[in-house]
T-cell receptor, first 112, second 112 residues
Framework: GDSVTQMEGPVTLSEEAFLTINCTYT??????LFWYVQYPGEGLQLLLK???ADDKGSNKGFEATYRKETTSFHLEKGSVQVSDSAVYFC???????????WGAGTKLIIKP | DGGITQSPKYLFRKEGQNVTLSCEQNLNHDAMYWYRQDPGQGLRLIYY???????QKGDIAEGYSVSREKKESFPLTVTSAQKNPTAFYLCASRRGAAYEQYFGPGTRLTVT
């Protein structure tokens, strides 16, 4: 079945460092891909999405490119801030049923 | 402002009691979802509903029940049959043919 694999956390970085959180997927066809962010004690917020191969989703300085050839959707940010500390979830969905398949989440800690 | 509300934010119950978690949305979304999140874990789907008066079991439906009598509302009942009910519960909704889900702020349930 479909699955999403994220790099294990926590990922600890200093402020202004470059961020990459890896996400790879296994799925038939052409799923849509998402990154969600969860701040402590809160619900999830949609961060960005991409619906077809080579699409780049971007929001709040974060970017991710849908790479069909490597089945990846890695999240990147050029310069992180303390306020980016959160848990980041990668997810996919298909046309057929709209169910989201979730990665386990990656906790990001940014130190001043 | 449109959104999803979940109440209460914190809920405490004694073992053996049923408890109902509220989820309301004013986004006019057709589909609604309930997820469970345990500490340091990803999301697991409990139940979902694509239209009013219809709902389907997710991956971990045992010990839970739902109803969908109105488009705006999708309450979740945690019954005494649920072995480990203490968790963070998240409600989400999705518009028609769109893929992304939008989340409420969550309810943290503690059963002792």
């Amino acid at each position: 079945g479909d699955s999403v694999t994220q790099m294990e956390g926590p990922v600890t970085l200093s402020e202004e460092a470059f961020l990459t959180i890896n996400c790879t997927y296994t799925a038939t066809g052409y799923p849509s891909l998402f990154w969600y962010v969860q701040y402590p004690g809160e619900g999830l917020q949609l961060l960005l999405k991409a619906t077809k191969a080579d699409d780049k989703g971007s929001n709040k300085g974060f970017e991710a490119t849908y790479r069909k050839e490597t089945t990846s959707f890695h999240l990147e940010k050029g310069s992180v801030q303390v306020s980016d500390s959160a848990v980041y979830f990668c997810a996919l969905t298909h046309d057929s049923n709209y169910q989201l398949i979730w990665g386990a989440g990656t906790k990001l800690i940014i130190k001043p | 402002d449109g959104g999803i509300t979940q109440s209460p934010k914190y809920l405490f119950r004694k073992e053996g009691q049923n408890v109902t978690l509220s989820c309301e949305q004013n986004l006019n979304h057709d589909a609604m979802y309930w997820y469970r999140q345990d500490p340091g874990q990803g999301l697991r789907l409990i139940y979902y509903s694509q239209i009013v008066n219809d709902f389907q079991k997710g991956d971990i439906a045992e010990g839970y029940s739902v109803s969908r009598e109105k488009k705006e509302s999708f309450p979740l009942t945690v019954t005494s049959a649920q072995k480990n009910p203490t968790a963070f519960y998240l409600c989400a909704s999705r518009r028609g043919a769109a893929y992304e889900q939008y989340f409420g702020p969550g309810t943290r349930l503690t059963v002792t």
